[in-house]
Structure formats: C-alpha cells, structure tokens
C-alpha cells in the first residue's frame, strides 16, 4: 500500500528518465537540465520556425480604424 492515494507503481516518463541516468542525485541533476535545455534549444531553432508559418498568427479580424 502506497502513502499517497494516486501512486500505483507507475513512476511515468519523468521517473524512467531520472532512474537511467547515470551517477547520484546531483550528477542527475545537471543532466537532467542539460536535457531540458537541449529540447528547448531544438524547439526555438528547428520545431518553432518550421512550425511558424503553418500557424494562424497574422489573420487577425480588428479592422484599421
């Protein structure tokens, strides 16, 4: 039995990640936000500007008064 109410044994894709790194708590630390950095490097320089002109954001409906 779990302490918490919603635990079910699934530690879900944050927890898989964390226990595959390698080393202790601070060495996983480090990787763990040279990872995020990395995902937010690759999204602002490849997903976000291939994405950009497929997205809606120059039709605007206010007219020029």
Sequence with gaps: ????????GR????GWIWRH????AWVKALLSLVL???VVY?????V??????LLPFNDVTVDNQ
């Design 36 to 38: 995020v950095m990395a």
């Design 48 to 53: 976000f500007p291939w994405a950009e002109p």
């Design 1 to 8: 039995m779990s302490l918490v109410p919603w635990h079910d």
């Design 11 to 14: 530690d879900g894709m944050y």
């Design 21 to 24: 790194l390698p080393g202790n």
């Design 42 to 46: 690759v999204l602002f320089q490849y």
